[in-house]
């Protein structure tokens, strides 16, 4: 079945640190990819997403690549921002199925001064 | 106007009481979706609706009731809620046009607390 895993947290760095928070996933077919962002005491919010294999999609400094051999999304960003605190989901559509998401577990990232 | 507003933010009910919570969007989404959220969890879906039918109930118990009463409204009627159903419930909505890489709007919750 559909799945994804993604690496749990949480994950505390400096500022201007690099980021990279893994994600891997399962599914049948050609799957569009999405990372979404929760800040506290917000819902989840689109951060980027790719719609086929070697895609990157970015956004506010974050990127990800959709790699297909290697059935991988993994986030990254050069430099955090304390801004950058939150909650990040890994999600996978399933086709046909109304726009129902399939999230990994979310990893909490901190980022201190 | 790319909001889905959510009210109220906080609700406490008692698990004789009965409840609803609103969801409201303005962008002509003809998709919408209530998500419930536990604590340091992912959202795990419940509902969908589509042009204001229901097409996806994820086997959620009959004590949650959702109602679409309009393209822009969605509401989810509450009665006899158990304790383990405190969490956060989130609304979300899109165009609904079944693409692969449709994009979810969600609003900012509803904290229930069940007593």
């Known amino acids: 079945g559909n799945s994804v895993t993604q690496m749990e947290g949480p994950v505390t760095l400096s500022e201007e640190a690099f980021l990279t928070i893994n994600c891997t996933y399962t599914?049948?077919?050609?799957?569009?990819l999405f990372w979404y962002v929760q800040y506290p005491g917000e819902g989840l919010q689109l951060l980027l997403k790719?719609?086929?294999?070697?895609d990157k999609g970015s956004n506010k400094g974050f990127e990800a690549t959709y790699r297909k051999e290697t059935t991988s999304f993994h986030l990254e960003k050069g430099s955090v921002q304390v801004s950058d605190s939150a909650v990040y989901f890994c999600?996978?559509?399933?086709?046909?199925?109304?726009?129902?998401?399939?999230f990994g577990q979310g990893t909490e990232l901190s980022v201190k001064p | 106007d790319t909001e889905v507003t959510q009210t109220p933010k906080h609700l406490v009910m008692g698990m004789t009481n009965k409840k609803s919570l609103k969801c409201e969007q303005h962008?002509?989404?003809?998709?919408m979706y209530w998500y419930k959220q536990k604590a340091k969890k992912p959202p795990e879906l419940m509902f969908v609706y589509s042009y204001e039918k229901l097409s996806i109930n994820e086997s959620v118990p009959s004590r949650f009731s959702p109602e679409c009463p309009n393209s822009s409204l969605l509401n989810l009627h509450l009665h006899a809620l158990q304790p383990e159903d405190s969490a956060l419930y989130l609304c979300?909505?899109?165009?609904?046009?079944?693409?692969?890489?449709?994009?979810?709007?969600f609003g900012s919750g509803t904290q229930l607390s069940v007593l």
């Open positions: 962008m002509g989404h003809r998709a």
């Open positions: 599914a049948t077919g050609y799957p569009s």
């Open positions: 979300a909505s899109s165009q609904g046009q079944g693409v692969r890489d449709e994009k979810l709007f």
């Open positions: 790719a719609t086929k294999a070697d």
């Open positions: 999600a996978l559509p399933i086709y046909n199925q109304g726009g129902k998401l399939i």
